[in-house]
């Protein structure tokens, strides 16, 4: 048994999430063009710093699926712990479906930060023409999907209900890790693995199957990366109103 865990470079998604990665897209390069413009100087803060906090991003969550509140919050717990343990923080911010971009107080409607990414965890695989071992898909830099029911068929396959949670925070972490780590980063050991054979389904249900410390140090340059560009977007905001 081998399962195929993939990474798209292109989706047809729902259009509120087009327009958010659009938008983001948009965001960064209207600041790169305004620290020129304004001759702004922020060098220091894209040089690394050392003592600098765990990272911290917002996954803004939205479930279309017959999964449970409390099956997502132990998925969200699970991969939180596996970041977690990457040195990335995660903030779980789960919002309802088929939301309206008219509503823009609504955190889950607002444009995305760079800290901020969209989860969408979906039924069906074959509307986005994924293959069917495919359990899901990133599109960098802020989307990521993962399909519920192929985690549910795994978990059964395995004589363990009870696992769909563990086995859908580990498709999480993994495709989370995608945009973080960008494109090829598949590995040959770990949870970045391009196929999980039963040897490493086995492992995730033990909560073994991590990100090697060099994709750790990669995934927290990553996120304070992120959040030294939020940080500069709102002085360059605040600079100019």
Not at 160 to 167: C, L, P
Not at 177 to 204: A, C, F, P, Y
Not at 231 to 237: D, E, F, G, N, W
Request: hydrophobic content about 40%; aromatic content about 6%.
């Amino acid at each position: 048994m081998r399962i195929r865990i993939r990474q798209r470079s292109s989706v047809t998604g729902e259009t509120l999430h087009e327009r958010l990665i659009h938008s983001l897209r948009l965001s960064l390069w209207i600041v790169e063009g305004l620290l020129v413009v304004l001759g702004l100087d922020f060098a220091d803060d894209f040089q690394a710093r050392a003592a600098e906090p765990d990272p911290t991003i917002t996954a803004r969550v939205i479930n279309y699926t017959a999964a449970t509140p409390a099956t997502m919050a132990k998925a969200e717990y699970q991969a939180q712990r596996i970041l977690g343990e990457a040195g990335l923080h995660v903030i779980w911010l789960d919002c309802p479906r088929g939301q309206s971009a008219a509503i823009t107080t609504d955190l889950c409607n607002q444009s995305l930060k760079p800290t901020e990414i969209v989860l969408r965890v979906l039924s069906d695989h074959r509307q986005s023409g994924v293959q069917d071992d495919a359990f899901g898909f990133a599109v960098f830099p802020a989307l990521a999907s993962v399909y519920y029911e192929h985690a549910v068929g795994l978990a059964r396959s395995e004589g363990a209900d009870f696992e769909v949670s563990t086995i859908l925070a580990c498709v999480i972490a993994h495709e989370i890790g995608h945009l973080l780590l960008g494109s090829n980063s598949h590995s040959d050991t770990g949870i970045m693995q391009r196929e999980w054979s039963r040897k490493q389904v086995r492992q995730l249900m033990w909560g073994s199957l991590h990100f090697t410390p060099q994709q750790s140090k990669l995934i927290r340059a990553e996120g304070q990366m992120r959040m030294r560009l939020e940080s500069v977007q709102l002085r360059v905001s605040n600079s100019t109103s």
